[in-house]
DNA sequence: TTTGAAATACCCTCACT
DNA sequence: AGTGAGGGTATTTCAAA
């Protein structure tokens, strides 16, 4: 039964475009059954959207940076995320144990558009950068290895309950 | 004219399953006219594909880190990220400039997993790791800015060329 | 949950502009 | 490049098991 979802999830997550007609034919059920457990899968969050993959050179985002922060002043209420998050050169921003603060990931045209977003990133959340280069990327947003059960959003549930325990 | 481009792939990048109705209509062309342009994109590789976005925490996968490595032996011919690429817990590899050689992002289901893929990581390319744990993730992966050429893959072309010129 | 069928909507090609 | 129309296919809902 769950193996099911997880098929669906992995294919999905390969080709984001599938049709249920495909879906149904490689997880071996009919079209409707498959159109509801994604619809299902939608709902609980498991999926979470579809997107276009695009080329970030084809962008002219060319070149990619990750941005070390820490605070200027680390007695200031810290929301550097929210301050930031104006910028849509950060692709990404993690909150990360050790020396600093968050993580960033930076997508530029190039050298003088890094120099200009870094200066923004300073000012808007009063911090200190330490800037990684990126030279090339081997491989980028490989989709998952999926086994286990596909909760809600969570993690899985220790035991089976009869439906509708809350007591 | 590169303007509709523009919108079309915006458009995908925050919905990869609009159709092309749903496109055409955003954009003020025709149905055919979109899915044409939707057609080239894909082939000049701008749009790379699509993919389903999925809840990692849902897939049990709640844990994300860093994982810089530098190799144990820098005199060795350094394939790090084909030796690495069986792992699936390896989410992204990129090559970075600074005191680390590649910078990976890993996504296992706990601590106990993260201690398992790093010793892989070590004994599989025969390098040092030095592991930054995500607490949290404000943000990932937000739909870049979108403005430009949007040429082939790489950079805006300075001119025009005949097409079928090579000689 | 699954199935099959029926209605609607979409995909996709083609001829023309 | 863009449009509109056509046949074919997919999506979506529904009754039934």
């Known amino acids: 039964m769950e193996e099911?979802?997880?098929?669906?999830v992995a294919a999905l997550t390969g080709d984001g475009r599938l049709s249920y007609?495909?879906?149904?034919?490689?997880?071996?059920?009919?079209?409707?059954?498959?159109h509801q457990r994604v619809r299902r899968l939608?709902?609980?969050?498991?999926?979470?959207?579809y997107a276009a993959r695009v080329s970030f050179e084809a962008l002219d985002l060319p070149l990619t940076a990750f941005v070390a922060i820490r605070p200027f002043d680390p007695s200031q209420p810290d929301d550097a995320p929210e301050r930031l998050a104006h910028l849509p050169e950060i692709d990404s921003c993690?909150?990360?144990?050790g020396e600093d603060f968050?993580?960033?990931l930076v997508r530029v045209a190039g050298p003088a558009d890094l120099e200009r977003v870094l200066q923004e990133i300073r000012t808007s959340a009063n911090v200190t950068t330490r800037t990684t280069v990126v030279l090339s990327t081997?491989?980028?947003n490989r989709p998952p290895k999926i086994?286990?059960?596909?909760?809600?959003?969570?993690r899985p549930r220790p035991s089976a309950e009869p439906a509708g325990s809350t007591a």
């Open 4 to 8: 099911i979802d997880r098929a669906i």
């Open 21 to 34: 007609t495909d879906l149904a034919e490689r997880v071996g059920l009919s079209v409707s059954a498959v």
């Open 42 to 49: 939608e709902q609980r969050g498991v999926i979470k959207g």
């Open 94 to 97: 993690y909150s990360v144990a």
């Open 102 to 104: 968050y993580l960033l």
């Open 138 to 140: 081997p491989y980028e």
């Open 147 to 154: 086994s286990g059960e596909l909760t809600g959003r969570g």
